[in-house]
């Protein structure tokens, strides 16, 4: 990294109008800023390749690849980017840039909070599960979840929300072959079948994620006692942790410890079998808890944590994407409210053949149409009014 020149603070990005604020972080593949574009007084983020690795071709594809992925997986709990650019001078750096996340990644909150109680942990682990859903459902594993990249973002309105970071070692499923047979990502958070030669698939994201929640919860890594990497690999191959509930310092409802432990089952056909199998059950868990205690004095008293309590907000309505998620996450309730339209629709057709006047009618349809939620499923939180505005940035 010494032979990597680093971006000055103060420094106009070649060719852009993005100014060096801030070095944020560095890690193995690059570095991230913080930059304002002058041009609108904007902060966003931007994360620059080491120069020392864009003569690789496999990793400056990747990292192409990290930044087109990005870009399209639009999601509340996925850090939006905006742009993927190479500085105009002889450097020829590439970089893409971010929407800026205002609050700290999980790793800096464990470390200067200590374990959270099951409310809050839930609530991000629902947030967590949500995002690795929609990458799942592009195709996207992340392979490197873990609590330096999840970013709890403080909203506008004062509330959080997760967001999931670095798809740095992200594998589209249809294009692996320059990462064939090679352990990437970071090996604490490692499931079995990514190290014994199988390589990532979608069930290793939630292992990683259920290592996440027993962590948070935990205040520990079940293989913390680990001393090298390769007692850490024997023990994710072979080692059964204690049940989550046997070393949490604060209670953990049964419905959690018993999710935890399937999400970090050796096999990984022995895990839940979809991110949002796993949501669901974690709205499930957050509902029962909000119903035992809706008070916020749990939550200890670091804000951000605090608020997180709150029913999580629902997506941003998508018309276009109603009725595959209405028929994904409630076929029952989409078979009913079908039953219902066409009733109603019949029943509408048939007064009118049978009075002049259907004023009355159109104004009160039966009570089983107005009764129906809008929303996909009574899980769903009311709708996000002041949730970070997304895509508002020209890509
Ligand atoms: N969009 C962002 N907004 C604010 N901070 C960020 C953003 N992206 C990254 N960071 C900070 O920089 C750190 C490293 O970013 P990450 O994308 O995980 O890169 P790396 O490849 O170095 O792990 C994160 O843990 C977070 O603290
Ligand atoms: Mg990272």
Known sequence: MATDPELAPGEIVAGSDFKVVRVLGSGGMGTVYEVEDVSVGRRFVLKTLHMKLIDRPEILGRFQREARVLAQLTHPNIVEVITFKWTADARRRCYYVMEKLDGRSLRQLLREHGPLDARTATGMAIDLFDAIDHAHDNDVIHRDIKPENLFIH???????????????????????????????????????????????????????????????????????????????????????????????????????DALVAEL????????????????????????????????????????????????????????KQLPRRLARRAPELTFALLVAVGAFISFTMLRRSRTSSDAVLVASPPPVVSALPLAPSASSKPLDAGAPARNKAPR
């Open 154 to 256: 403080r909203n506008r309105d004062g509330g959080w929300i997760a967001k999931l970071l670095d798809f740095g070692v992200m594998k589209l499923l249809q294009a692996d072959s320059d990462t064939a047979g090679r352990f990437l990502g970071t090996l604490k958070y490692a499931a079995p079948e990514q190290f014994e030669g199988w390589g990532a698939v979608k069930a290793s994201d939630l292992y990683a994620a259920g290592l996440v929640i027993y962590e948070m919860i935990a205040g520990v890594s079940p293989f913390d006692d680990t001393t090298n990497d390769s007692e850490l690999t024997l023990a994710q191959a072979r080692r059964v942790p204690p049940l989550l509930s046997e070393v949490a310092p604060t209670p953990v409802p049964p419905a959690l």
């Open 264 to 319: 970090i089952e050796k096999k990984a056909d022995n895990r839940p079998q979809t991110a949002l199998e796993v949501a669901n059950r974690l709205r499930e868990i957050q509902r029962t808890l909000l119903a035992e205690d809706s008070s916020d004095t749990l939550l200890g008293s670091n804000p951000p944590v605090a608020r997180s309590a709150r029913p999580r907000r629902a997506r941003p309505l998508n018309f």
